[in-house]
């Protein structure tokens, strides 16, 4: 994956809350994650949350698995590079 690809994925605070708060814990339910992007409770925000969720479903950074969400290889790599660039 190149450089710029990861950066424009996380450039985005929810997707990157995400990937980190499963890069973290390994998996986590939805509200799990939703609770990590501080937006809880706003209609729009949920929205919000969800649009970037499936961005990250749809492109292979996340995966489901029944009702838990987890990174995958892609996703713990653009992990890796954004805590080596921090």
Request: aromatic share 10%.
């Given at each position: 994956m190149?450089?710029?690809d990861a950066l424009s994925i996380v450039?985005?605070?929810?997707r990157?809350?995400?990937i980190m708060r499963l890069d973290e814990a390994?998996?986590?339910a939805y509200s799990d994650l939703l609770d990590s992007a501080g937006i809880v409770g706003l209609l729009d925000s949920r929205g919000n949350f969800n649009y970037h969720l499936n961005f990250l479903l749809q492109n292979s950074i996340v995966v489901k698995e029944a009702v838990v969400y987890r990174?995958?290889?892609k996703g713990r790599a653009i992990a890796r590079?954004?805590?080596e660039v921090n």
């Open positions: 190149r450089m710029m450039e985005n605070p929810v990157y809350n995400i390994g998996k986590a990174l995958t290889d590079f954004v805590k």
